[in-house]
């Protein structure tokens, strides 16, 4: 590698912006730390006007990002725009192709084309990293690929999503509703002000848990459907019960091996208040990791933010300027297994269900009979009164059943008229 | 690097002999991540017939490990003994000299002749790596090194020995007295049968804390002398009172800049039991970094054991079989830093006083008195009588002092009557 290293940054948002001014405060450290100098080539986003926090230097700016290869010579380029398809795709395409490094926090693209991003940056010799894609700060994929890598992972799960975690905790802190907490997140800056619906409905956790996997089980990327639920159905009421029975809803995210079959998931889950997971509040990540031999490690950190997220971007830059190619995905994409899917009808957990009813005689029994009827028993009842409106709330925790028998015994209640909504179904986890 | 990598291991005890089993059945895994062929070509230890846990090749034994480099060529050699000199140091020193790359667990060698061993294998284009030395399974120096790499870390503090976490936390769980639990602690492997001194007094997490701090400041292994105690003085009693006042005791490392002035220290704490680091009990190592931009980082795991060695161990050999070579501590020795110590006089701390004294009239106003003559104040005190032997315990929670006050209050009640013993000090963490 040469002594003088010429960089392009694609994408000026919150996360480019603030990398950019890293890689300049930071120049001389870098140095200290590779022996390399690192030069901004050229930087590329859609309006060169527009307001931002640091400024930029408008002789390298480029509103086309495919003009940066043929008018400047690039060694490594960043991606630090988000999206998995189109014009953003290309550029990382086109880099790689060019025998240009890439680092890039995209989990949509990663999650979507890792496989083939990744054969084409092993076929050109050159790196793509992606360490800021998963849990910000935290680095957790190369505590994987690299600190962990002999070990027999069997499982891997954590909060992976900081909005939906500071929504969830916020909730029970302030004790207003999902809307208002909501707002509140998009006003911090912690929740998309646009369109937050990637983060709250799971999708976004759900790509991180897809690279995960990949690496703890040296597996393709997979693309099998899966089991994905979001917080949007949670209410304040549930966080409320969640509370009275020592319990806190979390949205976690799950990649398992079940005899040898790939579980991924993302759903809202009930833990235990004394519990590390239970604990870790606001906009925090935290993934745990089970292996063999190392037992289990915990790894906790800001999961998001320009800070985090420049702090990941970094440490991949140095891995390459210090010369250190490997291969994405830890092992050689062609030597990636194709794990077959765990079936999600067999995952099995305890529930909480909590069911609207009128209240009149004989709904409770219509519930309990027809929970009996598919073999579900109940460990716990909680049936509270709302006289004023002729209605209750009934809570029940199970024991143990099939994602099969409660979808099957669920579908029922929605044709019953003295069950005034669709029952609010919370797995607990274990 | 060539294709057919032979490595040699010395020492085989509980970590050598273990990670001997894991080098064989992991052989396979490891070419499939790294293209290289490993070859196990000497082992070293004082006894070959001694009992194992798994078998030894009596045809590759070395009594004495310096012979190793005369009879076989090695790439790479293993250094599992744990002493800070005599033959190990020149065991290491020799293979270094002799361009072997060394990976060591010796937290003790390393933070006695990190920096001497370090320039020695950068002069010699090899790695010397000692992943293992801290904290055991917790890919902690890697993500210090390179994970965090570009971030200005401000302190990295955690419980570091899971020997005295383990007691600590069995002393609570059992309602047990410190040599009781010691002695369970010896029987389950988690304590030194012969001498457990070196977890007991502090040195050992010392020894990391020297280390985290050479890599967390790009400083050189600092030689100054620091605060050290360790866990053999606090009583049952101490755990029930601090129990009382929800908080909990924990032995805590910590490695900080003060004023751009190195501070390490090693002593009991006090800290919340609703606080992360309350919570991680027995014999789980955590470590938490403060960085900018990266914000709060925590890493926690099973900080010893063979199984969370060997997986450190590996690690670093997958990084050298990758041809990954690195500085030892980041950045090259030459450019560490020689950071001033910070003045331990002017740390300061709220502090616990369990004073044991005579129940007689006037011996409370001594010790308030000789309090407020050192501009202590007393934030909360509660005097428990113990009428049969006619004594009382006093136990005070101190606003923040400085050490160097505490001392000089606290020296004067060794020659007062009515004081029973050498009163007990417990710093609060924050």
Do not use: W
Request: charged fraction near 25%; hydrophobic fraction near 40%.
């Amino acid at each position: 590698m040469k002594n003088i290293i010429n960089i392009a940054v694609v994408g000026l948002g919150q996360v480019g912006i603030y990398l950019l001014n890293e890689l300049n405060i930071k120049k001389k450290d870098i140095e200290l730390k590779t022996g390399k100098k690192i030069n901004v080539v050229a930087v590329s986003a859609r309006n060169i006007f527009k307001k931002r926090r640091f400024k930029i230097n408008k002789k390298i700016f480029f509103k086309n990002p495919l003009e940066i290869f043929n008018k400047t010579k690039v060694d490594i380029l960043f991606e630090a725009i988000g999206m998995s398809d189109g014009i953003f795709k290309k550029v990382v395409e086109t880099a790689l192709k060019n025998k240009i490094h890439v680092i890039t926090p995209n989990k949509a693209l990663i999650s979507k084309h890792g496989d083939y991003l990744g054969k084409l940056a092993e076929d050109n010799g050159v790196n793509l990293e992606f360490e800021a894609s998963v849990a910000g700060g935290i680095p957790i994929l190369r505590a994987i690929k690299e600190g962990l890598a002999t070990n027999k992972i069997l499982k891997v799960y954590g909060i992976l999503n900081g909005t939906t975690n500071y929504i969830l905790s916020e909730m029970e802190n302030s004790n207003q509703s999902f809307s208002e907490v909501l707002k509140k997140a998009q006003k911090l800056g912690y929740a998309e002000p646009g369109n937050p619906k990637l983060d709250l409905n799971g999708f976004d956790a759900f790509a991180k848990v897809r690279i995960l996997s990949a690496l703890a089980f040296n597996n393709k990327i997979s693309k099998h459907k899966c089991l994905m639920e979001g917080i949007e159905k949670i209410e304040l009421k549930d966080i409320k019960i969640a509370n009275q029975l020592d319990l806190r809803i979390k949205l976690l995210g799950i990649s398992e091996l079940k005899n040898n079959q790939l579980f991924e998931t993302v759903h809202p889950c009930l833990v235990s208040k004394k519990s590390y997971i239970g604990n870790v509040g606001g906009v925090m990540n935290a993934v745990i990791i089970e292996g063999k031999p190392v037992g289990e490690s915990i790894l906790q950190g800001e999961g998001a933010g320009p800070g985090p997220t420049s702090s990941a971007l970094l440490s991949d830059l140095l891995l390459i300027l210090k010369g250190n190619i490997n291969n994405p995905f830890g092992v050689s994409v062609s030597n990636l297994k194709s794990l077959k899917p765990y079936n999600i009808n067999n995952y099995t957990n305890s529930l909480y269900l909590r069911f609207e009813v009128k209240d009149k005689p004989g709904v409770l029994s219509q519930i309990t009979n027809r929970l009996a009827k598919y073999d579900i028993s109940i460990k716990r009842l909680i049936q509270t009164p709302d006289k004023k409106n002729n209605k209750a709330t009934i809570v029940i925790i199970t024991h143990k059943t099939s994602e099969l028998n409660s979808i099957n015994c669920l579908a029922i209640f929605k044709n019953n008229k003295n069950i005034l909504k669709t029952p609010t179904l919370i797995r607990l986890l274990g």
